[in-house]
């Protein structure tokens, strides 16, 4: 059986990897910076595992992004 992942997490995962690059950081930077493993920031940025609410804020910190950017262009997902 294969997982789809929500188009909410695909977002924020785009998302994250977009902030981490515009930053300069490697992925094995920003996981050092929040406290996880290489593969698991792989793993937030292709969305095969979901991003928790105080993972994402603490991402955000430490890519000092507002969290909402995270979510979108305007701010939400389109569900359908």
């Known amino acids: ?3 789809n992942p929500h188009p909410a ?3 924020i995962g ?3 990897c977009a902030a981490r690059k ?3 950081y490697s ?3 920003l996981a050092q910076l929040i406290g ?4 698991q920031v792989q793993k937030y940025e292709k969305a ?4 928790s609410c105080s993972m994402l804020v603490h991402i955000s910190v430490a890519l000092e992004t507002p ?3 995270f979510f979108g262009e305007y701010g939400y997902v389109d569900y359908e």
Do not use: A, L, Y
Request: no cysteine.
């Open 48 to 51: 095969t595992n979901r991003v």
């Open 1 to 3: 059986m294969t997982h």
């Open 67 to 69: 969290v909402e950017d």
């Open 22 to 24: 515009r930053h300069g």
């Open 14 to 16: 785009k998302n994250i």
């Open 36 to 39: 996880v493993s290489f593969q």
């Open 27 to 29: 992925m094995d930077n």
């Open 9 to 11: 997490d695909v977002t």
